[in-house]
């Protein structure tokens, strides 16, 4: 039981954690993005968005949903902000 306690939590916390913790980190001190702060966004945001879309499409439950359409959208939304942010700096 343990094993699916820490499979589950594996799937779920890219979705869960990593995709709102992307999107507040670009909207903190978004003027000055360092290149470190970038990648660790554009990852965090990456594995949101597969994860996310793997909840999405699996149908698993309605939180595994919800938390799958959670990380997609702040995934997708910090992913956005970075490339709007890379536009107006250069």
Request: proline fraction near 3%.
């Amino acid at each position: 039981m343990e094993s699916l306690a820490l499979a589950v939590f594996i799937i779920t916390s890219p979705a869960m954690y990593g995709g709102p913790l992307a999107l507040l980190l670009t909207f903190w001190r978004p003027r000055t993005i360092s290149k470190f702060r970038f990648v660790v966004i554009a990852l965090l945001s990456t594995l949101s968005l597969l994860s996310g879309a793997f909840l999405i499409i699996e149908n698993i439950s309605r939180g595994a949903f919800l938390i799958g359409l959670l990380g997609f959208g702040c995934g997708a939304g910090a992913i956005y902000r970075l490339m709007k942010f890379r536009s107006v700096s250069r």
